[in-house]
Structures are given as structure tokens and as C-alpha cells.
């Protein structure tokens, strides 16, 4: 196992699959700029190496896959991508094609950009103690990080468009039910399950898996150039709410543990 950004993030390669391990569960795995350097370039490293044939995600622990970004590093002032790679995006992850299957092994709670992560894989595994969703809007942000377009993509718009409204999150088996992911097991054993069917992936000819990613994707050059308008409209929309009052209340009242006040404005 290779250990990188101060242990933060850890890549571990077993046969053919190369497992990548978010190592902050004191922070609930959050993201900051270290985790976005040692996930995005473990990726780099996956993708120089033909024996790596399938990829896996996952958190450190049994309680949190991702709790999204870290708000101290924001509050700070400070980025959560890697430094050089923005274009990368959240944990170094969400906004890159991957050439190689990649699956999200949610060991827990996996909201915000943690949902997004998962979002952002082609498979993926939880335990039952899984929990999906997207809360931005109880803050009065957006999941700017591909939430908000690959949600109505993956499961039916009704249900992602109650979720994106609602913010409610939903339980692993209710994930399960409605397509969000592929398979549901006990707590502590989600990574043996990933690895599982990343074996069952790997089995197979590696030109002939990733050409078929590919096609599946509509990715032209590297780019799944479906993305490349919605990725666009999200930065916009982003970047508008951000300066927004109800942005900045949001935060603000959860800090100090009350109900926000919305002003539309």
C-alpha cells in the first residue's frame, strides 16, 4: 500500500484492481485539496498502468463514504481541488473521464459530494447503513459538482428532481430499489463486495471493457461530450448563487444551529 498527502488518501493495488482509500475519518472523509491531489493522481497512476484493470473508491471507516467538502477548509479561504487541476474537479474525481471501470464502495453516509462521487462512478456498492442525498439546498447551494444533472440521468427525473428539491436523503435499500446503486451488504463489507465484482470485471479483455465505456458514455477524445453543455450551466449557476444572500445565510444558520432565514435574493 502507498500512502500519499500526508496519509489523507491511501492506493492500494490487489491483482488487477487498484483500491483507493479517502483517509480522513476523524473529518468524515471530507475533501479538501490534499484528498482532491492523492485521489487524482492515484487516477494518473491507474491509467499509466495496463494491469490495472478496475478501480475502487471508498472512505476510510465504517461510518462515512464522503461527507462532501471540507466547510473548515472553505471557511479558511482555502480550495478543495488539487492544486493545478481544477478542471479535475471534487476529490480530484467527479468532472474527469476515467478510461478503467470505476465503482464507489459507500461504507455509510455518502451526502452532498459524497452522493456525487458515487454519482460520478459506473458502479456501486453500499452498506446497509448507506445514505444517500443532496442537501445543498437546505444551505442555499446546488451540487455544483455533477449532482444536479446525473441524478435525473441515472434514476427516474421524478425521484431525483424530489430529491434535488427535497434534499431528504435515502437509505441504502431505497437506492437499491430505485436504480441509484447496484448492490447492498451488510456494514464492514463493502469493499470485499467491490472488489468482488471489480474481479469479475477485470476477468475480462481490458480493450474491449473500456472501448465499451466509452461508446456508453458518447466519449469523444477522452471527453463524454454529453457533459460538456451541463458541466458549463453548472459553473454558471454556481458561481451566480454563490454571491447570492441566501448562500451565505445558509451556512451561517447552520453553524450557529437554526433554521435559516431565505430571502430569494
Known sequence: MTETNDSVVLVERVDNVMVITINRPDARNAVNSSVSAGVGGALDEAAADPEVRAIVLT???EKS??????LKALSRGESVYAPGHRDWGFAGFAARYTAKPTIAAVNGTALGGGTELALAADLVVASENATFGLPEVKRGLLAGAGGAFRLPLQIPRRLAMEMIFTGDPVTAARALEIGLINQVVPAGKVVDAAMDLARRIAVNAPLSVQASK???YGVVDG???DETAKWSLSDIEWERLAASEDAKEGPRAFAEKREPIWKAR
Do not use: L, S, T, W
Open 214 to 216: 466509452r461508446i456508453a
Open 65 to 70: 463514504f464522503c461527507a462532501g467538502a471540507d
Open 59 to 61: 472512505g476510510a471507516g
Open 223 to 225: 471527453v463524454p461530450v
